[in-house]
Protein backbone atom coordinates (compact mmCIF):
# COMPACT_ATOMS: atom_id res chain seq x y z
CA UNK A 1 0.00 0.00 0.00
CA UNK A 2 1.38 3.52 -1.20
CA UNK A 3 1.40 5.08 1.99
CA UNK A 4 1.34 8.93 1.24
CA UNK A 5 -2.16 7.77 -0.83
CA UNK A 6 -3.91 6.68 2.77
CA UNK A 7 -4.05 7.42 6.13
CA UNK A 8 -5.07 5.85 9.39
CA UNK A 9 -7.83 8.39 10.70
CA UNK A 10 -6.32 6.98 14.40
CA UNK A 11 -2.83 8.73 13.57
CA UNK A 12 -3.76 11.35 11.51
CA UNK A 13 -3.04 15.04 13.50
CA UNK A 14 -5.84 16.40 12.56
CA UNK A 15 -6.50 17.56 15.98
CA UNK A 16 -10.39 18.45 15.74
CA UNK A 17 -12.88 21.06 17.61
CA UNK A 18 -16.29 20.40 18.63
CA UNK A 19 -17.61 23.90 19.26
CA UNK A 20 -16.64 26.86 16.91
CA UNK A 21 -13.62 28.80 17.83
CA UNK A 22 -14.93 32.39 19.32
CA UNK A 23 -12.17 34.14 17.60
CA UNK A 24 -13.25 32.98 14.20
CA UNK A 25 -15.85 34.76 12.15
CA UNK A 26 -15.68 33.39 8.95
CA UNK A 27 -16.86 29.52 8.14
CA UNK A 28 -13.58 28.75 6.81
CA UNK A 29 -11.58 30.52 9.13
CA UNK A 30 -14.10 28.48 12.15
CA UNK A 31 -14.04 25.04 9.64
CA UNK A 32 -10.02 25.13 8.91
CA UNK A 33 -9.82 25.53 12.83
CA UNK A 34 -12.60 22.95 13.71
CA UNK A 35 -11.42 20.62 11.16
CA UNK A 36 -7.56 20.71 12.64
CA UNK A 37 -6.31 21.77 9.28
CA UNK A 38 -4.17 25.12 11.23
CA UNK A 39 -3.44 26.23 14.06
CA UNK A 40 -3.16 30.13 14.84
CA UNK A 41 0.94 30.45 16.35
CA UNK A 42 0.68 34.49 16.44
CA UNK A 43 -1.67 37.60 14.56
CA UNK A 44 -1.77 36.51 11.64
CA UNK A 45 0.38 33.60 11.45
CA UNK A 46 -0.17 29.88 11.06
CA UNK A 47 0.88 26.54 11.06
CA UNK A 48 -0.31 24.40 8.12
CA UNK A 49 -1.13 20.84 9.59
CA UNK A 50 -1.42 18.03 7.30
CA UNK A 51 -4.67 18.10 6.18
CA UNK A 52 -4.28 22.02 5.11
CA UNK A 53 -1.10 21.53 3.49
CA UNK A 54 -2.36 18.09 1.54
CA UNK A 55 -4.74 20.89 0.11
CA UNK A 56 -1.90 23.24 -0.56
CA UNK A 57 0.12 21.08 -2.27
CA UNK A 58 -2.50 20.17 -4.69
CA UNK A 59 -3.34 23.92 -5.89
CA UNK A 60 -0.05 24.25 -5.96
CA UNK A 61 0.68 21.15 -7.97
CA UNK A 62 -2.14 23.37 -10.70
CA UNK A 63 -0.54 26.21 -10.64
CA UNK A 64 2.93 24.75 -11.73
CA UNK A 65 0.81 22.76 -14.85
CA UNK A 66 -0.81 26.03 -15.58
CA UNK A 67 2.33 28.35 -15.46
CA UNK A 68 4.48 25.03 -16.90
CA UNK A 69 1.84 24.85 -19.56
CA UNK A 70 2.59 28.77 -21.07
CA UNK A 71 6.06 28.15 -20.55
CA UNK A 72 6.69 30.09 -17.30
CA UNK A 73 9.83 28.81 -15.62
CA UNK A 74 9.71 27.88 -11.89
CA UNK A 75 12.83 29.64 -9.68
CA UNK A 76 13.26 30.72 -5.87
CA UNK A 77 13.90 33.67 -5.00
CA UNK A 78 16.00 34.64 -1.76
CA UNK A 79 12.96 35.68 0.85
CA UNK A 80 15.50 37.97 2.78
CA UNK A 81 15.94 41.41 0.46
CA UNK A 82 18.19 43.89 0.71
CA UNK A 83 17.44 47.22 1.45
CA UNK A 84 19.49 48.75 -1.03
CA UNK A 85 16.83 47.02 -4.37
CA UNK A 86 14.04 48.81 -2.11
CA UNK A 87 15.72 52.14 -2.05
CA UNK A 88 16.85 51.77 -5.70
CA UNK A 89 12.58 51.55 -6.82
CA UNK A 90 12.10 54.18 -4.13
CA UNK A 91 9.55 51.39 -1.99
CA UNK A 92 11.73 51.05 0.98
CA UNK A 93 9.55 54.25 2.12
CA UNK A 94 6.54 54.09 -0.10
CA UNK A 95 5.30 50.53 1.20
CA UNK A 96 5.42 51.40 4.61
CA UNK A 97 4.40 49.65 7.99
CA UNK A 98 3.18 46.72 6.09
CA UNK A 99 6.95 45.86 4.93
CA UNK A 100 8.16 43.52 7.55
CA UNK A 101 12.06 45.14 8.36
CA UNK A 102 14.75 43.44 9.76
CA UNK A 103 18.62 44.02 10.29
CA UNK A 104 21.59 41.83 10.08
CA UNK A 105 24.17 41.52 12.78
CA UNK A 106 26.03 43.96 10.76
CA UNK A 107 23.29 46.25 10.90
CA UNK A 108 22.12 46.55 7.20
CA UNK A 109 18.84 46.75 6.61
CA UNK A 110 16.81 43.78 4.83
CA UNK A 111 12.90 42.93 4.44
CA UNK A 112 11.25 40.24 4.39
CA UNK A 113 9.85 40.15 0.80
CA UNK A 114 5.75 40.92 0.47
CA UNK A 115 6.58 40.52 -3.86
CA UNK A 116 10.04 40.87 -4.97
CA UNK A 117 9.50 42.50 -8.33
CA UNK A 118 12.88 44.48 -7.09
CA UNK A 119 14.66 40.92 -6.53
CA UNK A 120 14.06 39.61 -9.74
CA UNK A 121 14.52 42.54 -11.97
CA UNK A 122 17.80 42.74 -9.94
CA UNK A 123 18.81 39.40 -11.27
CA UNK A 124 17.99 39.75 -15.00
CA UNK A 125 19.40 43.06 -14.96
CA UNK A 126 22.64 41.33 -14.97
CA UNK A 127 21.77 38.13 -16.95
CA UNK A 128 19.69 39.40 -19.40
CA UNK A 129 21.21 42.51 -22.37
CA UNK A 130 19.43 41.35 -25.94
CA UNK A 131 16.47 41.11 -27.37
CA UNK A 132 17.31 37.77 -28.53
CA UNK A 133 17.18 36.30 -24.99
CA UNK A 134 13.68 37.85 -24.72
CA UNK A 135 10.56 36.90 -23.65
CA UNK A 136 11.48 35.79 -20.42
CA UNK A 137 8.70 34.34 -17.63
CA UNK A 138 9.92 32.80 -14.30
CA UNK A 139 7.82 32.22 -11.09
CA UNK A 140 8.45 31.09 -7.54
CA UNK A 141 5.94 29.72 -4.98
CA UNK A 142 7.21 31.01 -1.70
CA UNK A 143 6.15 32.57 1.63
CA UNK A 144 5.59 36.02 1.88
CA UNK A 145 5.09 38.51 4.64
CA UNK A 146 3.01 41.18 4.69
CA UNK A 147 2.53 43.26 8.10
CA UNK A 148 -0.77 44.06 7.86
CA UNK A 149 -2.99 46.67 9.42
CA UNK A 150 -5.49 44.08 10.41
CA UNK A 151 -4.52 40.42 9.94
CA UNK A 152 -7.62 38.57 10.16
CA UNK A 153 -9.87 35.92 8.85
CA UNK A 154 -7.54 33.04 8.91
CA UNK A 155 -5.26 32.01 6.09
CA UNK A 156 -7.29 35.13 4.22
CA UNK A 157 -5.00 37.98 5.35
CA UNK A 158 -1.86 36.87 6.84
CA UNK A 159 1.05 38.21 8.12
CA UNK A 160 2.33 35.15 6.01
CA UNK A 161 1.11 33.52 3.76
CA UNK A 162 1.85 31.37 0.74
CA UNK A 163 2.12 33.42 -2.90
CA UNK A 164 2.61 32.12 -6.00
CA UNK A 165 4.36 35.14 -8.10
CA UNK A 166 5.88 35.34 -11.46
CA UNK A 167 7.48 38.35 -13.68
CA UNK A 168 7.90 38.51 -16.85
CA UNK A 169 10.60 40.60 -19.41
CA UNK A 170 9.99 41.65 -23.05
CA UNK A 171 11.02 44.06 -25.61
CA UNK A 172 7.72 45.31 -27.09
CA UNK A 173 4.65 46.15 -25.76
CA UNK A 174 2.90 43.13 -28.23
CA UNK A 175 4.77 40.44 -26.49
CA UNK A 176 3.72 41.56 -22.90
CA UNK A 177 0.22 41.67 -24.39
CA UNK A 178 0.72 37.88 -25.34
CA UNK A 179 2.16 37.04 -22.27
CA UNK A 180 -0.47 38.76 -20.10
CA UNK A 181 -3.00 36.90 -21.88
CA UNK A 182 -1.71 33.40 -21.41
CA UNK A 183 -1.48 34.88 -18.07
CA UNK A 184 -5.01 35.87 -17.56
CA UNK A 185 -6.26 32.84 -19.15
CA UNK A 186 -4.28 30.30 -16.83
CA UNK A 187 -5.34 32.31 -13.62
CA UNK A 188 -9.00 31.57 -14.92
CA UNK A 189 -8.18 27.87 -15.66
CA UNK A 190 -6.46 27.70 -11.58
CA UNK A 191 -9.60 28.79 -10.06
CA UNK A 192 -11.76 26.29 -12.06
CA UNK A 193 -9.62 23.82 -11.87
CA UNK A 194 -9.72 24.50 -7.98
CA UNK A 195 -13.36 24.75 -7.58
CA UNK A 196 -13.35 28.22 -7.24
CA UNK A 197 -15.95 30.03 -8.83
CA UNK A 198 -14.23 33.49 -10.05
CA UNK A 199 -14.99 36.39 -11.87
CA UNK A 200 -11.86 38.77 -13.66
CA UNK A 201 -12.29 42.15 -12.65
CA UNK A 202 -10.97 45.28 -13.48
CA UNK A 203 -8.37 46.49 -10.86
CA UNK A 204 -6.49 49.31 -9.56
CA UNK A 205 -2.58 48.20 -9.84
CA UNK A 206 -1.86 49.63 -5.59
CA UNK A 207 1.26 49.55 -4.70
CA UNK A 208 2.77 47.05 -7.75
CA UNK A 209 2.10 49.84 -9.64
CA UNK A 210 1.75 49.90 -13.35
CA UNK A 211 -1.52 50.08 -15.42
CA UNK A 212 -3.47 47.48 -16.56
CA UNK A 213 -4.70 44.67 -14.27
CA UNK A 214 -7.29 41.93 -13.52
CA UNK A 215 -7.89 40.69 -10.30
CA UNK A 216 -9.44 36.86 -10.18
CA UNK A 217 -12.25 37.52 -7.43
CA UNK A 218 -13.93 34.20 -5.74
CA UNK A 219 -17.69 35.69 -5.39
CA UNK A 220 -18.07 35.02 -2.08
CA UNK A 221 -20.19 37.45 0.85
CA UNK A 222 -17.56 36.43 3.29
CA UNK A 223 -14.70 38.23 0.89
CA UNK A 224 -13.48 41.94 1.88
CA UNK A 225 -13.62 43.14 -2.05
CA UNK A 226 -16.63 45.03 -3.45
CA UNK A 227 -16.89 44.59 -7.01
CA UNK A 228 -19.65 45.44 -9.61
CA UNK A 229 -21.00 43.32 -12.31
CA UNK A 230 -23.10 43.65 -15.24
CA UNK A 231 -24.54 40.46 -17.70
CA UNK A 232 -22.73 41.85 -20.82
CA UNK A 233 -19.25 40.88 -18.99
CA UNK A 234 -18.44 43.85 -17.67
CA UNK A 235 -16.95 43.50 -13.74
CA UNK A 236 -14.95 45.96 -11.54
CA UNK A 237 -13.43 46.40 -7.89
CA UNK A 238 -15.39 49.22 -6.80
CA UNK A 239 -11.79 50.52 -6.29
CA UNK A 240 -11.30 50.50 -10.14
CA UNK A 241 -14.69 50.84 -11.53
CA UNK A 242 -15.28 53.70 -13.45
CA UNK A 243 -19.03 53.95 -13.87
CA UNK A 244 -21.49 56.48 -14.72
CA UNK A 245 -23.77 57.28 -12.08
CA UNK A 246 -28.24 57.79 -12.26
CA UNK A 247 -28.01 61.78 -11.12
CA UNK A 248 -31.28 63.15 -10.37
CA UNK A 249 -31.42 67.18 -10.76
CA UNK A 250 -32.07 68.96 -7.62
CA UNK A 251 -35.88 70.16 -6.77
CA UNK A 252 -36.31 73.93 -7.94
CA UNK A 253 -37.08 75.98 -11.16
CA UNK A 254 -32.47 75.98 -11.85
CA UNK A 255 -32.24 79.27 -10.26
CA UNK A 256 -30.12 79.91 -7.31
CA UNK A 257 -32.51 80.11 -4.13
CA UNK A 258 -31.31 79.98 -0.30
CA UNK A 259 -33.74 77.90 1.43
CA UNK A 260 -33.48 77.65 4.88
CA UNK A 261 -33.24 73.88 6.40
CA UNK A 262 -33.43 74.16 10.11
CA UNK A 263 -31.89 71.02 11.30
CA UNK A 264 -30.96 69.61 8.50
CA UNK A 265 -27.03 68.25 8.34
CA UNK A 266 -27.65 65.11 6.86
CA UNK A 267 -28.24 63.63 3.28
CA UNK A 268 -31.46 61.56 4.94
CA UNK A 269 -32.60 64.66 6.66
CA UNK A 270 -32.31 67.10 3.20
CA UNK A 271 -34.00 64.78 0.93
CA UNK A 272 -36.51 64.05 3.07
CA UNK A 273 -37.13 67.74 3.89
CA UNK A 274 -36.88 68.47 0.15
CA UNK A 275 -39.27 65.58 -0.57
CA UNK A 276 -36.33 64.02 -2.93
CA UNK A 277 -34.68 60.77 -3.72
CA UNK A 278 -31.45 60.91 -1.61
CA UNK A 279 -29.83 60.89 -5.81
CA UNK A 280 -31.32 64.16 -6.37
CA UNK A 281 -28.54 65.82 -3.20
CA UNK A 282 -24.96 66.47 -3.27
CA UNK A 283 -23.00 65.57 -0.51
CA UNK A 284 -19.83 67.57 0.62
CA UNK A 285 -16.98 66.37 1.88
CA UNK A 286 -13.68 68.04 3.01
CA UNK A 287 -10.58 66.96 3.08
CA UNK A 288 -6.31 67.87 3.48
CA UNK A 289 -5.01 66.50 0.74
CA UNK A 290 -1.37 65.15 0.44
CA UNK A 291 0.41 68.30 -0.34
CA UNK A 292 -1.61 69.50 3.17
CA UNK A 293 -4.09 71.96 1.24
CA UNK A 294 -7.74 72.16 1.90
CA UNK A 295 -10.14 70.40 -0.51
CA UNK A 296 -13.74 70.39 -0.61
CA UNK A 297 -15.22 67.98 -3.19
CA UNK A 298 -18.72 67.38 -3.98
CA UNK A 299 -20.51 64.06 -5.14
CA UNK A 300 -23.59 62.24 -5.72
CA UNK A 301 -25.85 62.19 -2.38
CA UNK A 302 -25.89 58.73 -2.45
CA UNK A 303 -22.54 57.35 -3.12
CA UNK A 304 -19.92 57.15 -0.79
CA UNK A 305 -16.23 58.44 -1.65
CA UNK A 306 -13.35 55.21 -2.09
CA UNK A 307 -10.62 55.78 -0.63
CA UNK A 308 -8.46 53.86 -3.09
CA UNK A 309 -9.71 56.16 -5.78
CA UNK A 310 -9.52 58.90 -3.35
CA UNK A 311 -5.97 58.51 -2.76
CA UNK A 312 -5.14 58.80 -6.37
CA UNK A 313 -6.50 61.85 -6.83
CA UNK A 314 -5.45 63.70 -3.36
CA UNK A 315 -2.28 61.81 -2.90
CA UNK A 316 -1.37 59.35 -0.77
CA UNK A 317 -1.62 60.28 3.21
CA UNK A 318 -5.04 62.44 2.40
CA UNK A 319 -7.44 62.63 5.29
CA UNK A 320 -10.65 63.86 5.64
CA UNK A 321 -10.82 66.96 7.67
CA UNK A 322 -11.43 66.63 12.09
CA UNK A 323 -13.62 68.91 13.49
CA UNK A 324 -10.52 71.32 14.12
CA UNK A 325 -9.55 71.66 10.61
CA UNK A 326 -13.09 72.42 9.46
CA UNK A 327 -13.07 75.24 11.91
CA UNK A 328 -9.56 76.42 11.22
CA UNK A 329 -10.78 76.44 6.96
CA UNK A 330 -14.19 78.16 8.15
CA UNK A 331 -16.30 75.80 6.90
CA UNK A 332 -19.44 74.57 8.62
CA UNK A 333 -20.50 70.31 8.48
CA UNK A 334 -23.60 69.73 7.52
CA UNK A 335 -23.84 72.76 5.08
CA UNK A 336 -20.95 72.53 3.08
CA UNK A 337 -21.31 73.34 -0.56
CA UNK A 338 -19.82 74.74 -3.27
CA UNK A 339 -21.30 78.21 -3.84
CA UNK A 340 -19.50 80.88 -1.76
CA UNK A 341 -16.75 78.26 -0.19
CA UNK A 342 -14.21 80.47 2.25
CA UNK A 343 -10.83 81.61 0.37
CA UNK A 344 -8.34 79.19 0.08
CA UNK A 345 -10.66 76.37 -0.28
CA UNK A 346 -10.42 74.39 -3.78
CA UNK A 347 -13.34 73.09 -5.12
CA UNK A 348 -13.40 69.74 -6.96
CA UNK A 349 -16.59 67.45 -7.93
CA UNK A 350 -16.90 64.22 -9.08
CA UNK A 351 -16.90 63.37 -12.69
CA UNK A 352 -20.50 61.84 -12.80
CA UNK A 353 -21.93 65.41 -11.51
CA UNK A 354 -20.49 66.80 -14.85
CA UNK A 355 -23.43 67.03 -16.68
CA UNK A 356 -26.13 67.93 -13.90
CA UNK A 357 -27.14 71.55 -13.80
CA UNK A 358 -29.12 71.78 -10.67
CA UNK A 359 -27.50 70.77 -7.59
CA UNK A 360 -29.17 70.66 -3.98
CA UNK A 361 -26.44 71.84 -1.83
CA UNK A 362 -25.08 73.21 1.37
CA UNK A 363 -24.81 77.14 1.62
CA UNK A 364 -21.82 77.40 3.73
CA UNK A 365 -24.00 78.52 6.42
CA UNK A 366 -25.87 76.74 9.47
CA UNK A 367 -28.97 76.24 8.38
CA UNK A 368 -28.97 77.28 5.15
CA UNK A 369 -28.94 75.23 1.93
CA UNK A 370 -28.94 76.00 -1.94
CA UNK A 371 -31.38 74.73 -4.73
CA UNK A 372 -30.76 75.58 -8.27
CA UNK A 373 -26.98 75.81 -7.79
CA UNK A 374 -25.02 75.17 -11.45
CA UNK A 375 -21.76 74.52 -12.63
CA UNK A 376 -20.22 77.15 -14.40
CA UNK A 377 -22.20 79.51 -13.22
CA UNK A 378 -22.68 79.53 -9.38
CA UNK A 379 -19.19 78.08 -8.94
CA UNK A 380 -16.63 76.11 -10.77
CA UNK A 381 -14.67 72.95 -9.92
CA UNK A 382 -10.76 73.50 -10.20
CA UNK A 383 -11.00 69.59 -11.53
CA UNK A 384 -13.64 66.84 -11.64
CA UNK A 385 -12.19 63.62 -10.44
CA UNK A 386 -13.26 60.28 -10.19
CA UNK A 387 -13.32 59.48 -6.63
CA UNK A 388 -17.06 57.76 -5.71
CA UNK A 389 -17.26 54.02 -5.03
CA UNK A 390 -19.89 52.08 -7.82
CA UNK A 391 -22.78 50.63 -6.27
CA UNK A 392 -25.54 48.46 -7.78
CA UNK A 393 -27.67 49.91 -9.84
CA UNK A 394 -24.70 52.08 -11.35
CA UNK A 395 -24.82 52.01 -15.26
CA UNK A 396 -22.24 49.71 -16.93
CA UNK A 397 -20.05 51.73 -18.54
CA UNK A 398 -19.90 48.69 -21.72
CA UNK A 399 -23.72 48.51 -21.96
CA UNK A 400 -25.50 51.01 -20.24
CA UNK A 401 -27.59 48.50 -17.84
CA UNK A 402 -27.73 48.59 -14.31
CA UNK A 403 -24.56 46.97 -12.65
CA UNK A 404 -25.53 44.29 -10.06
CA UNK A 405 -23.01 44.48 -6.97
CA UNK A 406 -21.35 41.24 -5.29
CA UNK A 407 -18.58 40.67 -2.61
CA UNK A 408 -15.35 38.86 -3.55
CA UNK A 409 -12.24 37.25 -2.43
CA UNK A 410 -9.19 38.78 -4.41
CA UNK A 411 -7.35 35.27 -5.52
CA UNK A 412 -5.24 36.22 -7.56
CA UNK A 413 -4.37 39.09 -9.84
CA UNK A 414 -2.00 39.77 -12.80
CA UNK A 415 -0.41 43.46 -13.86
CA UNK A 416 0.96 45.00 -16.74
CA UNK A 417 4.12 46.54 -15.25
CA UNK A 418 5.50 48.76 -17.72
CA UNK A 419 8.92 49.65 -17.20
CA UNK A 420 8.22 51.18 -13.51
CA UNK A 421 11.10 48.80 -12.15
CA UNK A 422 13.37 48.32 -14.97
CA UNK A 423 13.86 51.90 -15.44
CA UNK A 424 14.27 52.51 -11.19
CA UNK A 425 16.82 49.24 -11.18
CA UNK A 426 18.28 49.37 -14.82
CA UNK A 427 17.70 46.28 -16.28
CA UNK A 428 18.01 46.56 -20.04
CA UNK A 429 17.98 45.15 -22.95
CA UNK A 430 19.75 46.52 -26.65
CA UNK A 431 17.47 46.13 -29.59
CA UNK A 432 18.52 45.10 -33.21
CA UNK A 433 19.86 48.41 -33.93
CA UNK A 434 22.07 48.49 -30.73
CA UNK A 435 20.36 50.80 -28.92
CA UNK A 436 19.04 50.39 -25.13
CA UNK A 437 15.96 50.43 -23.76
CA UNK A 438 14.33 48.92 -19.95
CA UNK A 439 12.67 46.09 -20.42
CA UNK A 440 8.91 46.32 -20.49
CA UNK A 441 7.26 43.87 -17.56
CA UNK A 442 4.80 41.92 -16.62
CA UNK A 443 3.57 40.27 -12.67
CA UNK A 444 1.27 37.53 -12.01
CA UNK A 445 0.27 36.81 -8.45
CA UNK A 446 -1.80 34.23 -7.17
CA UNK A 447 -2.58 33.78 -3.26
CA UNK A 448 -1.98 30.69 -2.70
CA UNK A 449 -2.88 29.61 0.97
CA UNK A 450 -5.87 32.53 0.55
CA UNK A 451 -7.57 30.18 -2.05
CA UNK A 452 -7.47 27.38 0.54
CA UNK A 453 -10.06 30.07 2.25
CA UNK A 454 -11.40 31.40 -0.92
CA UNK A 455 -12.45 27.16 -2.00
CA UNK A 456 -14.25 26.97 1.62
CA UNK A 457 -16.10 29.68 1.66
CA UNK A 458 -17.66 28.29 -1.63
CA UNK A 459 -17.75 24.57 -0.51
CA UNK A 460 -19.19 23.81 3.12
CA UNK A 461 -22.63 23.33 4.76
CA UNK A 462 -24.09 23.04 8.28
CA UNK A 463 -21.76 19.82 8.60
CA UNK A 464 -18.65 21.38 7.48
CA UNK A 465 -16.65 21.12 4.20
CA UNK A 466 -17.52 20.13 1.21
CA UNK A 467 -14.25 19.40 -0.70
CA UNK A 468 -14.39 19.52 -4.75
CA UNK A 469 -12.56 16.10 -5.33
CA UNK A 470 -9.29 18.15 -7.08
CA UNK A 471 -8.31 19.65 -4.36
CA UNK A 472 -9.42 17.23 -1.39
CA UNK A 473 -6.88 16.71 1.13
CA UNK A 474 -8.36 12.64 0.94
CA UNK A 475 -10.72 11.72 -2.07
CA UNK A 476 -12.17 8.83 -0.24
CA UNK A 477 -12.67 8.09 3.79
CA UNK A 478 -13.42 4.26 4.36
CA UNK A 479 -15.50 3.99 7.49
CA UNK A 480 -15.94 0.79 9.19
CA UNK A 481 -19.10 0.87 11.45
CA UNK A 482 -17.68 -1.42 14.53
CA UNK A 483 -13.83 -1.44 14.77
CA UNK A 484 -12.16 -5.06 15.61
CA UNK A 485 -15.32 -6.67 14.08
CA UNK A 486 -13.70 -10.13 12.49
CA UNK A 487 -16.09 -9.60 9.49
CA UNK A 488 -16.68 -5.85 8.91
CA UNK A 489 -12.08 -4.61 9.94
CA UNK A 490 -11.24 -7.14 6.84
CA UNK A 491 -13.43 -5.47 4.01
CA UNK A 492 -12.56 -2.44 5.26
CA UNK A 493 -8.84 -3.21 4.83
CA UNK A 494 -9.69 -4.63 1.79
CA UNK A 495 -11.41 -1.73 0.15
CA UNK A 496 -8.94 0.77 1.20
CA UNK A 497 -5.95 -1.16 -0.63
CA UNK A 498 -7.98 -1.53 -3.52
CA UNK A 499 -8.82 2.37 -4.11
CA UNK A 500 -5.16 2.94 -2.94
CA UNK A 501 -4.55 0.45 -5.98
CA UNK A 502 -6.34 2.28 -8.29
CA UNK A 503 -4.76 5.37 -7.52
CA UNK A 504 -7.22 7.12 -5.09
CA UNK A 505 -5.90 8.33 -1.74
CA UNK A 506 -7.94 7.11 1.22
CA UNK A 507 -8.29 7.70 5.02
CA UNK A 508 -9.58 4.70 6.90
CA UNK A 509 -11.13 5.82 9.69
CA UNK A 510 -10.11 2.88 12.26
CA UNK A 511 -10.78 4.72 15.44
CA UNK A 512 -12.93 2.89 18.24
CA UNK A 513 -15.25 5.63 17.86
CA UNK A 514 -19.46 5.69 17.59
CA UNK A 515 -20.68 5.70 14.17
CA UNK A 516 -21.97 9.31 15.15
CA UNK A 517 -18.62 10.45 15.80
CA UNK A 518 -17.32 8.76 12.47
CA UNK A 519 -19.65 10.65 10.35
CA UNK A 520 -19.73 14.00 11.97
CA UNK A 521 -15.61 14.16 11.54
CA UNK A 522 -15.93 12.75 8.32
CA UNK A 523 -18.34 15.61 7.11
CA UNK A 524 -16.45 18.09 8.81
CA UNK A 525 -12.96 17.28 6.93
CA UNK A 526 -15.56 16.94 3.79
CA UNK A 527 -13.82 13.89 1.92
CA UNK A 528 -15.69 14.03 -1.23
CA UNK A 529 -16.97 10.30 -0.85
CA UNK A 530 -17.45 8.31 2.35
CA UNK A 531 -17.08 4.64 2.14
CA UNK A 532 -19.65 3.08 4.72
CA UNK A 533 -18.71 -0.73 5.59
CA UNK A 534 -21.56 -1.70 8.24
CA UNK A 535 -22.74 -5.20 9.18
CA UNK A 536 -26.52 -4.87 7.46
CA UNK A 537 -25.27 -3.75 3.85
CA UNK A 538 -22.69 -6.44 4.12
CA UNK A 539 -24.93 -9.19 4.31
CA UNK A 540 -26.87 -8.09 1.58
CA UNK A 541 -23.25 -7.95 -0.19
CA UNK A 542 -23.49 -4.18 -0.30
CA UNK A 543 -21.30 -0.86 1.12
CA UNK A 544 -22.69 2.03 1.17
CA UNK A 545 -21.45 4.96 -0.65
CA UNK A 546 -22.30 8.89 0.62
CA UNK A 547 -21.54 11.80 -1.61
CA UNK A 548 -20.51 14.47 0.50
CA UNK A 549 -21.64 17.31 -2.09
CA UNK A 550 -25.24 16.19 -2.11
CA UNK A 551 -25.69 13.90 0.47
CA UNK A 552 -27.01 11.33 -1.66
CA UNK A 553 -26.40 7.42 -0.35
CA UNK A 554 -26.48 4.51 -2.68
CA UNK A 555 -25.63 0.98 -1.94
CA UNK A 556 -22.60 -0.77 -4.42
CA UNK A 557 -21.80 -4.40 -4.56
CA UNK A 558 -18.34 -4.95 -2.27
CA UNK A 559 -16.59 -6.56 -5.04
CA UNK A 560 -17.51 -3.43 -7.44
CA UNK A 561 -17.00 -0.07 -4.90
CA UNK A 562 -13.78 0.32 -5.44
CA UNK A 563 -13.58 0.35 -9.25
CA UNK A 564 -17.07 1.88 -9.06
CA UNK A 565 -15.54 5.06 -6.72
CA UNK A 566 -11.93 5.51 -8.70
CA UNK A 567 -13.94 6.03 -11.28
CA UNK A 568 -16.13 8.45 -10.29
CA UNK A 569 -13.00 9.99 -8.13
CA UNK A 570 -10.80 10.20 -11.29
CA UNK A 571 -13.37 11.45 -13.30
CA UNK A 572 -14.00 14.57 -11.34
CA UNK A 573 -10.02 15.15 -10.67
CA UNK A 574 -8.74 18.32 -13.04
P1 LIG B 1 -5.33 42.64 -0.76
O1 LIG B 1 -5.92 43.75 -1.59
O2 LIG B 1 -6.32 41.56 -0.44
O3 LIG B 1 -4.56 43.12 0.42
P2 LIG B 1 -3.18 42.68 -2.60
O4 LIG B 1 -3.86 43.18 -3.83
O5 LIG B 1 -2.39 43.61 -1.78
O6 LIG B 1 -4.25 41.92 -1.68
P3 LIG B 1 -1.27 41.28 -4.27
O7 LIG B 1 -0.10 42.15 -4.05
O8 LIG B 1 -2.04 41.39 -5.52
O9 LIG B 1 -2.26 41.43 -2.99
O10 LIG B 1 -0.81 39.77 -3.98
C1 LIG B 1 -1.18 38.66 -4.80
C2 LIG B 1 -2.15 37.75 -4.09
O11 LIG B 1 -1.67 37.36 -2.80
C3 LIG B 1 -3.48 38.40 -3.83
O12 LIG B 1 -4.31 38.33 -4.99
C4 LIG B 1 -4.02 37.58 -2.67
O13 LIG B 1 -4.68 36.42 -3.14
C5 LIG B 1 -2.77 37.16 -1.93
N1 LIG B 1 -2.58 37.95 -0.70
C6 LIG B 1 -2.25 39.24 -0.59
N2 LIG B 1 -2.16 39.62 0.68
C7 LIG B 1 -2.44 38.52 1.42
C8 LIG B 1 -2.49 38.25 2.83
N3 LIG B 1 -2.21 39.20 3.71
N4 LIG B 1 -2.81 36.99 3.23
C9 LIG B 1 -3.07 36.03 2.33
N5 LIG B 1 -3.03 36.21 1.00
C10 LIG B 1 -2.71 37.44 0.55
MG1 LIG C 1 -3.91 42.34 -5.55
Request: aromatic share 6%; with cysteine; charged share 25%.
Amino acid sequence: MKTSSCIRMSSLYAPTLKEDPAEAELASHKLMLRAGMIRKMASGLYSYLPLAWRVISKIEAVVRDEMDGIGAQEMLLPILTPAELWHESGRWDKYGPELMRTKDRHDRDFCLGPTHEETVTALVRNELHSYKQLPVTLYQIQTKFRDELRPRFGLMRGREFIMKDGYSFHADQESLQRTYDDMRAAYARVCERCGIRALPVAADTGQIGGSTSVEFMAIADAGEAELVWCDCGFAADTEAATCAVRVEEGPGDGTLQKVATPGCGTIESIAAFFGVPQEATRKALALIDAAGEPVVCIVPGDHEMNDCKAEHAFGEGYHMMTDEELAQYGLHKGSMGPVGLPAGVRLVADVSLKDSQSWLVGANEDGFHYTGARPGRDFQPTAWVDVITAREGDVCPTCGKPLHAARGIECSQVFQLGTKYSEALGALYTDANGDEHPMIMGCYGIGVSRMVAAIIEQHNDEHGIVWPVCVAPYEVSVIPLTVGDDVIAPVAERLTAELVDAGIQVVLDDRKERPGVKFADNDLMGFPYQLVVGKKALAEGNVEVKDRATGERELIAVDEVAKVLAERVISQRK
